[in-house]
C-alpha cells in the first residue's frame, strides 16, 4: 500500500524531498551540528532512495509520466484543453532514469565524505542547504518534460553551485572563480530563456513532447537549437566555452567539484534531449551531428593537452574532465551523425551512443572519486600544489588504492570502468571514421601519461619530513570514495550487463523519439 | 510594423545590454549589462504572450465568442524576475566580498587565478 503510494508519487517526492530537508536545515543546524549532519545525510539517503525506486520502476515498466495538479498522476492531456497538456509534466524515461542514478549514487556518496572533510569550517548549515538545493536542480532538469521548468531547475543549479564554489573564500579567489560561473551561467541561461520564448511564439507549447510533435524546423528554430546548443556546450564545459571549468573546479572544495561534474553532465542531458527528443530527424543530422563531433574532439586534444603541465592537482584534474566531456560527445555526436540511416545505426550508430552514454556514468563515478581523493590529500596536508607534495603513499594507503583505481579507470585500462566505454567508443567511431578513433586513443595515451605523473609526485618517493605526522583520512571520508571505487571495478568487470540493463534501454529511448511523444501525448 | 516595436525594443535592449558586458570593466556596470538583457528577453516574452482582441482567460467575465487568451507568459516572467532578482542578489554579493578582498571591482584587477 504505501509502496504504492511511493512508486506512484516519486518523481514528485524525488522534488519535494531534498527541497524539504534543505528548507529545513539551517533550523535543524541551530540544535547541533551533529543532528544537523545526520539530518542531512537522512535526506540525501531518503532521496537517493526515491531516484533509485523511480529508476527501477521506469526500467521495469518503461517510461514515466508525472503530472503536477491533476486529478491522476498520469492525466497529461484535460479533456475540455483541446489536446494541449498545459500543466507541468515530468517525463522519466530511462536516460532521465539513468541520469538520476548517477546523481542519487554520487550524491550520497559526497554528502558521507563532506560529512568528516567540511567538519573544520563554519557555516555548514548554508553549505548543507545549498548542497541539497543543487541536488534539487539536478534530479529536476533531468527529470523534467516541460523546456520552462528546465530553465527553472538550471538556474537552481547555477545559483546553488555558484554559492557552493565561493564557499571557502580562499582570500577572494573562490569568489573569482564563482563569479566568472556564475556570470557565464546567467548569460547563458537568458540565452535559454529566449529560446524558449521563439519555442512559445511558434508552437505556443512548452512541453517538450508537444514541441517534437509539432516541429517544423524553421529559420527561427535553428536560432533557438544556436542558442540553446551554445549555452548548454558552455555549461556542461565544452571546448570553446570551458575557461570557466579549470577556475570553478579548482577553487571549489573538493565534494563540491565532484558534484560539479554531475551537474555539468546534466547540461549534457540537455544537449542530448534537445538533439534527440526535440528535434531529432528533422534536423539536418549529419551537420549538427559533425559539429557535436567536432567539439567533443576539439574537447578531448585541448582538454588534455592543457592538462599535462599544470601544477594544481585539482586544475589538471579539471582539464581532465573536459577531454573526458569529449568522449561523450564524440560518441553521441557520431550516433547523431547517422541517425535516421537505419542500417547505418544498426552497425555502429547504437554501439557509438551506447559507448557515449555508459561514459556519462563511468566518468561521474571515476572523476568524482579522484576529485575526493585529491580533497583527501589536501585534507591532510592542506596544499594542492604537485611540486610540494610526495611520499603519501606511505601514510595514506587507502587513499592512494582509490587514486590508481580512478587513475586507471580514467586512462582506459581495463578491468576498470573507463575502459569498457571507451572501447565501445573506438569501436564504433572506428568504422565511422578511423581518424577520430585514433585521435581518441591517442588522448586516451597522454591521460595515463599525466596521471602516471600526478601519481608519482603526490604519493611516491621517501617520506618528506613536513609530512611526517601525516595520517589516513577519516573513514567517512573512505567509505565515501569506497562507494564510488567499487562501484568502478563493479563496471568495469562486468560491462555487458551494465550496458544491457541500464545504458541500451538508454540510448533507444534518446533516439526513439515517438516513443517519448507518445508517451506524453497518447497513441500517435 | 506597429505591432513589431516590442520586438525591435528587444532587439536593442539586447544589444545594448551584451555590448555592456562585453565592454565594461567594472563589475556593477557587468551586473547592470545582464540584468538590461534580462529585460530584454523578458520583453520578448510579454510580447509573445499578446493577442490582438484576446480577453484575461477568467471564465465568468467571458462574453461569447471571444478569444481568451492563455496567460502562460505572464506566469514564465514573473517567475524569469524572481529568478533575476536572486541572481542580481547573489552577484552583487560577490562584487561586495571581491571589493573587500581585492580593493577593487575593476575586472583587470581581479585575475589573480592566473597567477
Redesign the interface.
Known amino acids: 500500500m504505501i509502496w504504492d503510494v511511493i512508486v506512484a508519487q516519486s518523481p514528485a517526492l524525488l522534488i519535494a524531498i531534498p527541497l524539504l530537508f534543505a528548507f529545513f536545515c539551517p533550523f535543524i543546524g541551530k540544535i547541533s551540528n551533529m543532528v544537523r549532519n545526520i539530518w542531512v545525510a537522512v535526506g540525501m539517503a531518503l532521496t537517493s532512495a526515491v531516484a533509485l525506486i523511480l529508476a527501477w520502476d521506469v526500467y521495469a515498466f518503461g517510461t514515466r509520466i508525472y503530472v503536477f495538479g491533476a486529478q491522476a498522476a498520469n492525466y497529461a492531456l484535460p479533456l475540455d484543453s483541446g489536446g494541449i497538456p498545459?500543466r507541468i509534466i515530468f517525463t522519466v524515461d530511462p536516460m532521465s532514469a539513468l541520469m538520476q542514478i548517477i546523481a542519487a549514487i554520487t550524491g550520497l556518496a559526497i554528502i558521507l565524505y563532506s560529512i568528516s572533510s567540511e567538519q573544520r569550517h563554519s557555516g555548514l548549515s548554508s553549505f548543507y542547504t545549498l548542497y541539497l538545493l543543487m541536488i534539487t536542480g539536478i534530479l529536476g532538469m533531468v527529470s523534467t518534460g516541460d523546456l520552462?521548468n528546465f530553465f527553472?531547475f538550471l538556474?537552481i543549479v547555477?545559483?546553488a553551485s555558484?554559492?557552493l564554489i565561493?564557499y571557502r573564500?580562499d582570500?577572494?579567489?573562490a569568489?573569482?572563480?564563482?563569479?566568472k560561473y556564475?556570470?557565464l551561467s546567467?548569460?547563458g541561461a537568458?540565452a535559454i530563456?529566449?529560446a524558449?520564448?521563439i519555442y512559445?511564439?511558434e508552437y505556443n507549447a512548452?512541453n517538450i513532447a508537444m514541441i517534437a510533435s509539432r516541429m517544423q524546423f524553421t529559420v527561427l528554430d535553428q536560432i533557438a537549437l544556436v542558442l540553446i546548443m551554445a549555452a548548454l556546450a558552455m555549461k556542461c564545459g565544452s571546448v570553446p566555452m570551458h575557461f570557466w571549468t579549470p577556475?570553478a573546479y579548482s577553487?571549489a572544495p573538493s565534494s563540491i567539484t565532484a558534484m560539479l561534474v554531475v551537474a555539468s553532465q546534466a547540461s549534457l542531458y540537455g544537449i542530448f534531449r534537445v538533439l534527440f527528443t526535440l528535434y531529432n530527424v528533422t534536423l539536418n543530422t549529419a551537420t549538427v551531428g559533425w559539429i557535436v563531433i567536432v567539439l567533443g574532439v576539439l574537447s578531448m586534444v585541448i582538454g588534455v593537452t592543457m592538462a599535462i603541465p599544470q601544477k594544481n592537482v585539482k586544475r589538471l584534474m579539471a582539464y581532465h574532465a573536459i577531454s573526458q566531456t569529449g568522449y561523450m560527445l564524440l560518441g553521441v555526436g557520431v550516433g547523431l551523425a547517422v541517425l535516421g540511416n537505419q542500417p547505418l545505426m544498426d552497425s555502429f550508430g547504437y554501439t557509438a551512443m551506447e559507448g557515449g552514454i555508459f561514459h556519462i556514468i563511468n566518468h561521474a563515478m571515476y572523476k568524482g572519486l579522484l576529485f575526493l581523493t585529491a580533497g583527501a590529500v589536501f585534507f591532510r596536508i592542506g596544499t594542492y600544489n604537485l611540486n610540494k607534495m610526495g611520499g603519501l603513499g606511505h601514510s595514506m594507503k587507502w587513499t592512494m588504492v582509490f587514486f590508481i583505481i580512478g587513475a586507471l579507470a580514467i586512462a582506459g585500462i581495463p578491468p576498470f570502468n573507463g575502459f569498457a566505454s571507451k572501447w565501445m567508443i573506438y569501436e564504433s567511431v572506428y568504422v565511422f571514421n578511423p581518424i577520430l578513433a585514433i585521435i581518441a586513443m591517442v588522448v586516451s595515451i597522454l591521460t595515463l601519461a599525466s596521471f602516471v605523473k600526478v601519481f608519482h609526485s603526490i604519493f611516491m618517493g621517501p617520506k618528506l619530513p613536513e609530512y611526517e605526522g601525516v595520517k589516513e583520512a577519516p573513514l567517512p571520508m573512505l567509505i565515501g570514495m569506497g562507494i564510488l571505487a567499487v562501484i568502478v571495478i563493479l563496471f568495469g568487470i562486468f560491462p555487458e550487463t551494465v550496458v544491457s540493463t541500464l545504458i541500451v534501454p538508454a540510448a533507444h529511448a534518446l533516439t526513439n523519439q515517438g516513443a517519448y511523444i507518445a508517451a506524453v501525448l497518447g497513441g500517435v | 510594423m506597429f505591432l513589431n516595436i516590442p520586438y525591435i525594443a528587444v532587439v536593442v535592449l539586447a544589444l545594448i545590454g551584451l555590448a555592456t558586458i562585453l565592454f565594461k570593466r567594472n563589475l556593477i556596470k557587468i551586473f547592470l549589462g545582464i540584468v538590461i538583457l534580462e529585460s530584454a528577453v523578458n520583453l520578448f516574452l510579454i510580447a509573445l504572450g499578446y493577442r490582438e482582441g484576446g480577453i484575461a482567460p477568467i471564465y465568468t467575465n467571458a462574453p461569447a465568442g471571444e478569444e481568451m487568451v492563455f496567460s502562460t507568459v505572464q506566469a514564465l516572467t514573473l517567475t524569469s524576475i524572481v529568478i533575476g532578482v536572486a541572481t542580481t542578489a547573489v552577484m552583487l554579493t560577490f562584487a561586495m566580498v571581491l571589493w573587500k578582498k581585492y580593493g577593487s571591482i575593476e575586472t583587470n584587477k581581479i585575475r589573480r587565478l592566473k597567477e
Open positions: 498545459v520552462f527553472v538556474e547555477s545559483i555558484a554559492g565561493a573564500v582570500k577572494g579567489l569568489v573569482e572563480a564563482a563569479l556564475f556570470v546567467t548569460i537568458l530563456l529566449f524558449i520564448g512559445y511564439g512548452l577556475d577553487m
